[in-house]
């Protein structure tokens, strides 16, 4: 079975980048046709799909946080990174690693991190 674990610092200061990277096991991240994403939840708002890195390392980014997002990968360690720069306290949120099937409709996400709770503050 896939699994997916989200590591990294659970306090970051307005302007600062926040890094988190997510661990892959059972699958690799180069298997043909897998997408890797990164979604987030802030406290009493819905899921925001942010970006994510297919298997043959293209990266595809939300128009609304494309200007501030990087996400990159470590194939010899089967993990995938997201940077996130000059935060504020409004991307305070709960942070989510997540395959993605690009060909599904029905579910779009088979597997996903527990997630990670990140706060910007000073």
């Known amino acids: 079975q896939v699994q997916l674990q989200e590591s990294g610092p659970g306090l970051v200061k307005p302007s600062q980048t926040l890094s988190l990277t997510c661990t892959v096991s059972g699958g690799s991240i180069t298997t043909n046709y897998y997408y890797w994403s990164w979604i987030r939840q802030p406290p009493g708002k819905g899921l925001e799909w942010m970006g994510a890195i297919a298997y043959s390392g293209s990266t595809y980014y939300s128009p609304s946080l494309k200007s501030r997002t990087s996400i990159s990968r470590d194939t010899s360690k089967n993990q995938f990174t997201l940077q996130l720069s000059s935060v504020t306290p409004e991307d305070t949120a709960v942070y989510y690693c997540?395959?993605?099937?690009?060909?599904?409709?029905?579910?779009?996400?088979?597997?996903w991190g527990q997630g990670t709770h990140v706060t910007v503050s000073s």
């Open positions: 997540a395959r993605t099937v690009v060909t599904a409709t029905l579910r779009p996400y088979d597997y």
